[in-house]
């Protein structure tokens, strides 16, 4: 469901980060990883939106190679799935697709909505505890 729904969403995206900025509103309210976002406190509004700020500019335009950033996600996330011997792609798949895509720009995202990378997977490790 998630990639459907991020499938739809990326072709309004101007630029990596603001793809980066739809993957993570849509996996925060799905499955493993949308557990981790919302108990470290991630909101649909980040900071900047919240009055805070941001001084950093806009990444360059989305994907001017032509390729597509899903297609490149999925490709991440069903190799991430096949090496742990599952039989379909977890949305925890899905983020280390969209950590390895879009690197900076997602830990930007991340720290726009208040955590950070580290806080993300220390999360998810936690939950796997449980």
């Known amino acids: 469901m998630v990639l459907g729904i991020a499938s739809t969403a990326m072709p309004f995206a101007g630029t990596p980060q603001a793809e980066a900025e739809r993957w993570l509103r849509v ?5 493993q990883v949308g557990i981790a976002l919302q108990a470290l406190g991630v909101s649909e509004m980040s900071v900047a939106e919240h009055g805070g700020g941001s001084d950093r500019d806009p990444a360059s335009p989305a994907h001017a190679d032509g390729s597509d950033a899903t297609t490149e996600v999925l490709g991440h996330a069903s190799a991430i799935a096949r090496e742990r ?3 379909g792609v ?3 798949d899905l983020l280390m697709g969209v950590i390895h895509v879009y690197g900076e720009d997602f830990d930007h995202v991340l ?4 955590t950070t990378r580290q806080e993300l ?5 936690r939950q796997g505890q449980e």
């Open 111 to 114: 720290h726009t909505h208040g």
């Open 85 to 87: 011997g599952a039989g």
């Open 121 to 125: 997977l220390e999360q998810l490790a």
């Open 90 to 92: 977890a949305t925890t």
């Open 27 to 31: 996996m925060r309210l799905h499955g």
